[in-house]
């Protein structure tokens, strides 16, 4: 399965896409994650994306593409993949979709998490991360069991950190951009015939799992 997911910053793209690499054996693709990576190591591509990261600002279209390109020739991505966070701009699903054909490929779906803004906030500025696995918490709505500061998935014991943009201001400006540059996304779908929503309204994550799951097996029965 050929899978994207769309929605705003703190939607929830990183929590299902992780259940959902598992669910179906297929590899979970986050820019994001990538480009904190490469912040963390302080490589010379981490050194060019700081000053996009750091504002909540879009890293340019044209390195995001090729990082995305080089990613999906790897051999894991034969069976398919979860794309977390890509595209999120029009010229990205144009060249998701020429770097596709180019493979003889198409997408299954694209899959919408539709949350307010208010909740994005609220969510995102209790949002801690394990960083040596990638499980993702969050202290109010899906805290580790554990005391609040250690990874409990089976195997890690990682320390949990706050993402450095996730401050409220640094939040707003991402929910800014999404509105004015990534949205129009969803309408591009749509027109494709791919587009699935799913509204959380006050849904946690596994019932938005359940949902997601059952959009992907009804898909992969036809
Ligand atoms: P990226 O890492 O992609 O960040 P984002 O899109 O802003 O999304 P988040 O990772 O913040 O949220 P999410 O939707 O994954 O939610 P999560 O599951 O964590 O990108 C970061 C930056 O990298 C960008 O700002 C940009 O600079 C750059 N970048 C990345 N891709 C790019 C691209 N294609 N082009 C250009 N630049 C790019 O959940 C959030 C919280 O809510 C967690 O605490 C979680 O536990 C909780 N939660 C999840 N589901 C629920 C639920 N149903 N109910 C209650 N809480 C929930």
Do not use: W
């Amino acid at each position: 399965m050929r899978i994207v997911l769309l929605g705003g910053p703190g939607a929830g793209k990183g929590t299902q896409a992780m259940r959902l690499a598992e669910e179906f054996g297929i590899p979970h693709i986050s820019t994001g994650a990538y480009f904190r990576d490469q912040l963390e190591r302080e490589t010379e591509l981490g050194e060019r994306i700081r000053v996009f990261m750091d504002t909540g600002s879009l890293v340019p279209d044209e390195l995001t593409c090729e990082v995305v390109e080089s990613r999906l020739k790897e051999p894991d991505c034969v069976r398919g993949y979860v794309l977390d966070g890509f595209p999120r701009s029009l010229p990205q699903a144009r060249i998701l979709d020429q770097l596709l054909a180019a493979r003889g490929e198409t997408l299954d779906v694209a899959i919408d998490l539709e949350v307010p803004d208010e909740e994005i906030i609220a969510r995102l500025t209790a949002r801690r991360t394990c960083p040596a696995c990638g499980k993702i918490f969050n202290l109010k709505f899906d805290p580790p069991t554990s005391d609040g500061k250690r990874c409990d998935r089976t195997g890690c014991d990682g320390s949990l950190v706050t993402r450095a943009d996730d401050t409220e201001e640094t939040v707003r400006e991402r929910i800014r951009i999404y509105h004015q540059t990534t949205e129009p996304i969803i309408k591009y779908y749509k027109e494709r015939g791919l587009l699935h929503i799913v509204v959380e309204g006050a849904l946690g994550p596994d019932e938005v799992f359940d949902k997601v799951e059952e959009v992907v097996h009804s898909l992969s029965r036809t």
